[in-house]
């Protein structure tokens, strides 16, 4: 099995940024695809961001997300990074990292494809 720990999240306003984390131990890091979800109140678990085992290849939910988020991990450390700039209120949710054994195929964009989740960390941006 594979644990996640996020860390990072806080309140900031609105066009800030904010780094958070997603520390995994137990199996080989790098054998693993890995994905970031958000839950807004009310709202279903959504697909942010996602990169490959090697860090080589990357996706994003949408244009509006690609173009201030950006997602990454180091091998070395076991982390996965998700960097989150121009931050807006509707960015506001509690952040999961997911993960999920990468078996040569692409990378995945629903919740119920990964099988490894995170506690969540909350991501508050006031206006």
């Known amino acids: 099995q594979v644990q996640l720990v996020e860390s990072g999240g806080g309140l900031v306003q609105a066009g800030g940024s904010l780094r958070i984390s997603c520390a995994a131990s137990?199996?080989?890091?790098?054998?693993?695809?890995m994905g970031w979800f958000r839950q807004a109140p009310g709202k279903e678990r959504e697909f942010v961001a996602a990169i490959s085992w090697s860090g080589g290849d990357t996706m994003f939910a949408d244009d509006s997300v690609k173009g201030r988020f950006t997602i990454s991990r180091d091998n070395a450390k076991n982390t996965m990074y998700l960097q989150m700039n121009s931050l807006k209120p509707e960015d506001t949710a509690v952040y999961y990292c997911?993960?999920?054994?990468?078996?040569?195929?692409?990378?995945?964009?629903?919740?119920?494809?990964?099988?490894?989740w995170g506690q969540g960390t909350q991501v508050t941006v006031s206006s």
């Open positions: 997911a993960a999920h054994p990468w078996n040569g195929q692409g990378l995945r964009v629903m919740p119920h494809e990964y099988d490894y």
């Open positions: 137990g199996r080989t890091f790098s054998r693993y695809n």
